[in-house]
């Protein structure tokens, strides 16, 4: 038996024992947030999960839009990428901490550098305040993956009572649960 086939025996008897099977096909097929649920109005720590490059070629940049209510953003460094924050002024100010008012937030943040080998994967990871939205509700964080060769835009959002098995290049996603 080869190893395409015995994992795929793996990846079925996982998907059986514990009803994981989306998560596990997921991972390998998009870019995904390595955690897919967090309380509302928490500080909140994830990584994207870059699980290949665009048709055979390497990736060079990843771009994700963060988005709105999220609150003091920052970008885990990488070794061989350099990190781009792009800001944008808020509609209305907020209190910060100390009674610092707060003008502006990451609105996107670049990582270019690599490449990442269409063979491997890796993760990008950021911290951030999330906002205080109703439970349930889902963000969505669009993704742009740059390649040595051509591009894919990660930024579907499915249709609602859709999930991201519905659409071609799903945003990565992330549920907000209620305070406990």
């Known amino acids: 038996m080869g190893f395409a086939m015995s994992f795929n025996y793996v990846k079925a008897a996982v998907c059986a024992a514990t009803m994981t099977c989306a998560a596990v096909t997921g991972a390998?097929?998009?870019?995904?947030?390595?955690?897919?649920?967090?309380?509302?109005?928490?500080?909140?720590?994830?990584?994207?999960?870059?699980?290949?490059g665009c048709s055979g070629s390497g990736t060079v940049s990843i771009t994700v839009t963060l988005p709105m209510g999220t609150m003091y953003v920052r970008p885990q460094l990488k070794p061989g990428w350099r990190i781009e924050i792009e800001r944008e002024p808020?509609?209305?100010?907020?209190?910060?901490?100390h009674g610092k008012v707060i003008t502006d937030r990451v609105a996107r943040?670049?990582?270019?550098?690599?490449?990442?080998?269409?063979?491997?994967?890796?993760?990008?990871?950021?911290?951030?305040?999330?906002?205080?939205?109703?439970?349930?509700?889902?963000?969505?964080?669009p993704v742009l993956q740059k390649c040595e060769q051509g591009a894919r835009d990660w930024a579907e959002i499915p249709p609602v009572g859709?999930?991201?098995?519905?659409?071609?290049?799903?945003?990565?996603?992330?549920?907000?649960?209620?305070?406990p």
């Open 90 to 97: 808020l509609a209305e100010p907020v209190k910060g901490y």
């Open 28 to 52: 390998q097929a998009h870019i995904v947030l390595d955690t897919r649920e967090a309380v509302a109005g928490s500080y909140f720590k994830s990584a994207l999960r870059v699980g290949h």
């Open 109 to 141: 943040i670049t990582w270019t550098g690599g490449p990442l080998p269409d063979a491997y994967f890796d993760e990008f990871g950021i911290q951030m305040k999330l906002p205080a939205s109703a439970p349930g509700d889902v963000l969505h964080f």
């Open 162 to 179: 859709k999930t991201s098995h519905d659409v071609t290049s799903p945003a990565p996603a992330l549920r907000l649960l209620p305070k």
